[in-house]
């Protein structure tokens, strides 16, 4: 049985105390049932939100793959773990696309959280040109073969992916259902083809892309769809309770 997931990703948002307020009201309410949730605060704020001693899972938005040295104004996987960081989302578009991460300094990223023990969730999508051109499946192998697949089998039952359509980032505009599962198992279809049935089985994967309340349940509903990565939707505690509740 694959592990259910919630995560939600604030982005560059909540001040300190807003971002205390909103672990402690969904950590007072966890649903403690079979779904792992996960937030993913500013990393400045992860030392007082580890102090608080919660249930709730939380994980950085970024870090630097090298152990130490000068990169000014960046954080070492060591670091972020030294302060109680149990995950990492690693190939996010906004960094794909911002911060022109690309899939080999994102392999680099991958190496150096598994090496710290620290969980991945790795996400994959291609943009609306692509969709457009009908190409997503092949974009988004191409993605996971530059920053995954030179993994063991070992190591890649230890990633978490996400499947977050560009187009749907923020956007309102939801993939549907149908789009999701396909999606979803092509990548599962792409982790067969490298590692063989059994770990495609073990690996969960989350859809990501205006997931909110009203639609988590069809998209979770779907066979290959192991949870959700939240943006908007998981600065409201409610919300997002919600979504957790959606399986
Ligand atoms: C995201 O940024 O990972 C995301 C899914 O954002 P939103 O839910 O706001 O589309």
Not at 72 to 91: F, P, R
Not at 169 to 177: D, V, W
Not at 206 to 231: H, K, M, P, R, W
């Amino acid at each position: 049985m694959r592990k259910k997931i919630v995560a939600g990703n604030w982005k560059m948002n909540l001040s300190k105390s807003e971002a205390l307020a909103l672990y402690q009201s969904v950590d007072a309410q966890n649903p403690a049932n079979e779904v792992e949730l996960i937030v993913f605060p500013s990393a400045i704020y992860l030392d007082s939100l580890k102090k608080l001693d919660g249930k709730l899972k939380i994980g950085v938005q970024n870090f630097h793959p090298a152990e130490s040295g000068a990169f000014t104004g960046e954080n070492s996987i060591t670091q972020i773990k030294d302060l109680g960081a149990e995950y990492v989302l690693i190939g996010h578009s906004e960094r794909r696309m911002y911060f022109n991460e690309d899939g080999a300094f994102l392999k680099e990223k991958v190496d150096a959280a598994l090496q710290h023990d620290v969980k991945i969730i790795f996400c994959c999508g291609e943009p609306l040109s692509i969709r457009e051109m009908n190409a997503q499946d092949y974009f988004v192998e191409q993605q996971l073969i530059e920053s995954l697949f030179h993994l063991s089998n070992y190591a890649m039952e230890r990633i978490i992916i996400a499947y977050e359509p560009i187009w749907a980032i923020g956007t309102g505009k939801t993939a549907s259902s149908d789009q999701a599962e396909a999606m979803h198992a092509a990548i599962r279809g792409f982790i067969e083809k490298q590692y063989g049935k059994n770990t495609a089985e073990k690996i969960s994967i989350l859809y990501g892309g205006s997931c909110n309340a009203s639609n988590a349940s069809e998209l979770f509903a779907c066979e290959n769809v192991d949870g959700g990565l939240i943006g908007g939707a998981a600065l409201k505690a409610n919300d997002f309770l919600q979504i957790a509740k959606s399986f």
